[in-house]
């Protein structure tokens, strides 16, 4: 029935189902370029607000710096959304 379908969509979403990948293009990418590159953010002034606020997560850890180097595999968190960051 058509219950059981928003069931099982709203499981999806609450495990993370709609996680976003981002090309990076290249082996790394500091983290305050990718929130631009994500579009997560419009400047680096912006990027580098949210990570002084710790409001952004690296592998469900707090980020503090903006040049911190992002890998192929890492999951970039902010306001409960998910990017990972792909070659």
Known sequence: MWYNRIDRLCGQLAKGAHM???NIG???IKLDQFLKLADIVM???EAK???MSEEI???GQVATQRGKKLR???IVEYMNKEFQVSK
């Open 20 to 22: 976003k990948n981002i």
């Open 26 to 28: 290249s082996d790394y």
């Open 43 to 45: 400047s680096g002034g």
């Open 49 to 51: 607000l949210l990570i």
């Open 57 to 59: 997560k690296v592998n």
């Open 72 to 74: 192929s595999g890492d």
